[in-house]
Every structure is written in C-alpha cells, then in structure tokens.
C-alpha cells in the first residue's frame, strides 16, 4: 500500500523497464548508466504514478531527510493563510478551489483547506522533530501510505502555492521589491497572468488531470526552501539532462533530487558516494 516503494538497483530496474532494442530503450539504459556511474546514483525509489506523483516525490525526502520547516514558514503560522487569504486580501475566489480527485467542495472549501494545513504542519513538525533516522523511516512509510492523509498533504502544498503567488502579485502591482525571476516567468503566461487564473487553469488540476510543468516545480522549490535537482533521461545528451528548480536558489539550501523519464511521472534516485 506505500506510495514510495523500497530502493531498488538502479541498472536492475532500467534493464527491466526498458528491456527494447528499440532507439528509446536503448537511449534510456544509456541515460540510466550515465547516472550510475558518473553521479553516484546506485539505487531507485519508485513512486506511485498519479498526479500528485511530484508533490509525494519531493515531500517524502523533505521529510525523510527530516529538513525543518522553511524559514518563513518558522515565522508565521501556516494555519491562518487560508483565512488571510479569504479576509485580508479579500480573495473569496478560493471558494472555488479544486482538491485533486475530488470534485468541487464550494463553501466547504475553507474549512478543507485548513484541515489539510494542520495535517501538513503537524505532521511535518513531528517528523523533522524526530533524530533518530530508522524512526523517521517509519514514520514517513507510515505517512505515505495512508491515501487520505497524503492528500491533504498535497493540497497544502497546493494552497501554499496559490498562496505565494498572490503575495507575489500584489508586490508586482505595487512595486514593492524586486521578485525572484520565476514570478515573471509564471505571470507571462497567458493561463496564469493572476493568481486566480492560476488556480482555475493550473493549481485545480493538479492531483486531477495534471501535474507540475517547470515554473511551478521552480515555484515549489522557492517556497519549501529546498534546491530540487532533477535529472531528466528522455533530455539525455542534452543541456536539458539535468535542472535545478528554482534556478535561483540559495546555497544553504537542503538539496533533493528527482528522477524522470518523461517530464510527468517522477522517482527518487538514491545516490551513494
């Protein structure tokens, strides 16, 4: 029932996978020794295919590693964002946020979304409370395979997003502060120029019919404070084989990695030195 299954040989696994004489598969087990032995890439966890797939890819180190809580995150309590949000900022287009399979929740949407900040913020704060690393193990496989839980998980991190994204906005629109480069990037485009087209046309159908495209996997690294480092095979013997998101990171940074074939479904690779 886990959602992130036990490491795995890597070269094991690309020989299985990708077992074709075809130009792909052959293309694949060569991006796969690459990265056994040139990035000390040994092992693979694969993750549950779904779209949440990147969400649980990057949660799950973060707390297996048992990185603490980012350092705006230290300072303001996650718990009242949905209501700062709804009051202050006078967004009460939240109510027509999307919690990933489920349908349309409408008034309901406030308190959802509170539930899935306390689920984030408890149980982050107990794991990265937690030294000793066999019992954070446990704790994380506990977490991760219980679907409801999870979920909630996810939409917190959804929410945080969508949350990030409207400060960015209305720091823009009143010239506060120079912002990271990847707010330019995400308003550009013409299905997120706001935050509430961002929601509608992007946010919503995440953990649906859609996943994460680049700027918001940048977005998700900026905001949980973690350099995300992902090696993308199918980008093999290209510039693009290996990004960082967000591209402007800081050097204090816990680092994560991610692994893809495709750009939608992600793994982690476990890397031995």
């Known amino acids: 029932n886990h959602s992130v299954l036990e490491e795995v040989d890597l070269l094991g696994y690309s020989a299985r996978e990708w077992r074709e004489e075809t130009k792909q598969a052959k ?42 809580f980012p350092s705006w995150m230290r300072e303001r309590d996650i718990l009242k964002l949905p209501e700062k949000l709804l009051y202050s900022q006078g967004c009460n287009w939240i109510q027509q946020y999307s919690f990933g399979p489920e349908s349309y929740t409408g008034p309901n949407a406030f308190g959802k979304l509170r539930k899935c900040m306390e689920t984030l913020k408890t149980n982050w704060a107990e794991i990265s409370g937690t030294k000793d690393h066999e019992e954070r193990g446990n704790m994380c496989n506990a977490l991760f395979s219980d679907e409801s839980k999870e979920h909630k998980l996810y939409e917190a991190i959804k929410f945080i997003m969508l949350y990030e994204v409207v400060e960015a906005y209305e720091q823009m629109k009143n010239r506060d502060e120079p912002l990271p480069r990847l707010f330019s990037r995400l308003f550009a485009r013409d299905t997120s120029s706001d935050p509430l087209s961002f929601m509608m046309n992007h946010l919503n159908a995440i953990g649906d019919s859609g996943c994460l495209d680049q700027v918001e996997l940048f977005l998700l690294g900026y905001l949980l404070e973690v350099k995300i480092r992902i090696y993308r095979l199918h980008r093999f013997n290209t510039e693009g084989f290996q990004v960082n998101c967000p591209d402007e990171y800081r050097r204090e940074w816990n680092e994560i990695s991610l692994l893809t074939e495709d750009d939608r479904y992600y793994h982690i690779p476990v890397i031995r030195t």
């Open 27 to 68: 293309h694949m087990r060569e991006a796969y020794s690459e990265l056994f032995q040139n990035y000390h890439i040994k092992y693979l966890r694969q993750v549950r295919k779904d779209n949440y797939c990147v969400l649980r890819a990057v949660l799950f180190q973060i707390f297996s590693q048992g990185i603490p």
